[in-house]
């Protein structure tokens, strides 16, 4: 298997499952679907996968800027295990006092491509999210800074978020039951995956010198 497939499917296999955990999003595509609104399902979901791979492609520059950075490295390598942290955290805190999801969807009576891009641009997740995966991805050789590999790293992204909302615009209503029932698991997964990632890197950060950037 050639290092940029490894890549695409690693970075697909990311964003699917990254994508069905109950939220904002994915409830508005599984309630456009259920309202045999198939025409807004697609654009609502076209709006939000595009805004997600923008901001993550915007935030692959900058972060690079900053690594190279060397004096930084550290630092930044610090800030992004606070990110990791602070969302096992929460994840954890909402599986100990038993919360699950409450069905909520801002912008609705917008039309939905505009709340697609709305919904999309003030989710909290999308760049800690990704900014800790870039990073994990980094270490394991697998993205690097050559654009091919951006284009393929951010294209898997928009499939695996695609294959997501494909899950629950056909499923719908029963999916949503069904993850319901089962979230605080799913926040205790969820939360235990992101703490052992975390502790990893913060390991490898404090462990290993900074790499030299020419």
Known sequence: MTKQTRLFLSSLSISFWGSLPLGTLNLGVANYASGHDLAGAIGFSIAAISVEMILVRVALVAVRRLEKLTRFYRLFSLVTCGILLALSFSSLLAAWQMETFRASLPFSTLNPVLSGLLLSLINPLHLPFWMGWTT???????????????????AAIGVGTALAFCVYGTAGSRLIQLLGSRQVLLNWVVGIALLITAVAQLYKTLRFPAPVHR
């Open 136 to 154: 994990i991805l980094r270490s394991k050789k697998m993205l690097d800074d050559r654009s091919r590999s951006y284009n393929i790293f951010i």
